[in-house]
Every structure is written in structure tokens, then in C-alpha cells.
């Protein structure tokens, strides 16, 4: 945990895109992640649109970038927060970066900021498409992080929004599992997580109701745990 928060992380925020009541909830999270040393919103400020993250971008001691939009068929803050990307991105000075979007016109810009080698974390709303979740080495759902309770979140299988239960991880686990290669029954839960998160970049025990994979591991009526040392560990009941 001491390596992860000192992660120096590069925060770029499309204003137009997420509401500005979930400022806060975003970047408490991000802090846990690492440093948000860089911490720029983008928008075209002359709108009342952004009236609500006009105070925020004071009070959580962000940057705002005026991207004026020429036409209203273009939307002038994505191309400003892309260019500014590709700047940031060729200084070096970053472990990672963090495309807060709903906006599947991302997508592009994660696949090539981790073709570089560094992080990225996506952070948007349950609407956001795969693209854009699957682009990013880590998707954190807004719904999980907000103070309000999380009702709804993604069902893969439809595409649909809904609310999850712990049994509807199930597969995510049994997938990990089928990947990992080895002759033993227990599997350990850190390995089980590198790898659900690694096929699932949006994968949060958050979305099934569970605040840690460790409590949800538990609640998972097809497995059984326990401890060894310091460990937990994980068995298939069947």
C-alpha cells in the first residue's frame, strides 16, 4: 500500500461529462490510489452548464482549462484534454493518469497512454461504454464511490443496468480460477484478484455490495475460505 499511494498520477477531468456533486467523492478516492499531483478540469467555462464546478475546481484545488467550443456539433474539451494528454504524457514525470469521462471519445487516448507503459484509471458513470472500461487498466465506477447508496450497476450479460448481488461474482471467480495454473484446490485471494481485475478492468467488489474482495469472497455461496498465516485463501465447494 505505501508504493500505491505514492504513485504520482496525472488527473484529467472532462467537466462536460460528470457532474460536479461527484468531485469530491472522485478525488478522495484517487488519493488512495496515489498522488493526484496534476489536477486539471475541462470545459468551456463561459457555459452555466458548469456553474456547479466552478466552486469545486476552487475548493478541491483543481485547474480549469477553458476549451471554447467553435461549433456545437464539436466538443472542444475532449480535443483540449487529449492534446494536453499527449504533452503530459511525453514529460515522463508520470506513473499514471486518470481519464475521469463517461465518453467513450477516450477510449483512444487510454489504449495509447497504456501503450506507453503507464496506468491508466478510468473513473465515470455506470453508462460508460466497455470501450472506454476496457481501455483503461482500472475502471472505478462513480456509483461505488458516492455517498449516496449505489442502487444500480453494469449486467454484462445484457448490457443493461441493474443491481448486483454477491452470487452474481461468482463467474468472475470461477474464470480466475480456470486461468490460474496449478494442482491445488486453495487458491489465494490476491492472486484471484490480479487476475479478475486483470480480464475486468471495471471489476469492484463495490458493484456487488461488498466494501472489500475479502467479504465478498466469504459471501460467495460456491466457495469456502480460510486463513493460512496472513493470507486468505479460496476453494471451490463443488
Known amino acids: 500500500m505505501a508504493e500505491e499511494t505514492q504513485k504520482l498520477l496525472a488527473v484529467l477531468i472532462d467537466a462536460d ?100 507503459g503507464l496506468e491508466v484509471i478510468g473513473v465515470g458513470e455506470g453508462k460508460t461504454p466497455e470501450s472506454l472500461r476496457n481501455a483503461c487498466t482500472r475502471f472505478i465506477m462513480i456509483e461505488n464511490i458516492v455517498d449516496e447508496p449505489a442502487s444500480t450497476a453494469p449486467n454484462r450479460a445484457k448490457g443493461a443496468v441493474r443491481a448486483n448481488l454477491p452470487d452474481d461474482a461468482t463467474p468472475l471467480v470461477i474464470e480466475a480460477m480456470d486461468k490460474i495454473d496449478q494442482d491445488d484446490d486453495w487458491y489465494t485471494l ?22 472489500k474482495l475479502s467479504d465478498l469472497a466469504r459471501d460467495l455461496k460456491r466457495f469456502e475460505t480460510r486463513k493460512k498465516g496472513n493470507q486468505l485463501e479460496v476453494r471451490r465447494l463443488d
Open 17 to 116: 461529462n460528470i457532474p460536479a456533486k461527484f468531485a469530491p467523492a472522485i478525488l478522495a478516492e484517487i488519493k488512495v490510489l496515489g498522488t493526484p499531483a496534476l489536477r486539471r478540469v475541462y470545459g468551456d467555462w463561459s457555459s452555466d452548464r458548469l456553474n456547479g464546478w466552478k466552486g469545486m475546481v476552487a475548493d478541491l484545488g483543481m485547474v480549469a482549462r477553458q476549451e471554447t467550443a467553435n461549433t456545437r456539433a464539436k466538443n472542444a474539451s475532449d480535443i483540449g484534454l487529449v492534446i494536453d494528454a499527449m504533452d503530459i504524457l511525453h514529460t515522463g514525470r508520470f506513473d499514471g493518469f486518470v481519464l475521469v469521462s463517461s465518453d467513450s471519445d477516450f477510449t483512444a487516448l487510454a489504449n495509447r497512454v497504456r501503450e506507453n
Open 190 to 211: 490476491g492472486q484471484l484478484g490480479q487476475f479478475i481485475r486483470a480480464a475486468h478492468p471495471d471489476f469492484d467488489p463495490r458493484t456487488y455490495g461488498r466494501k
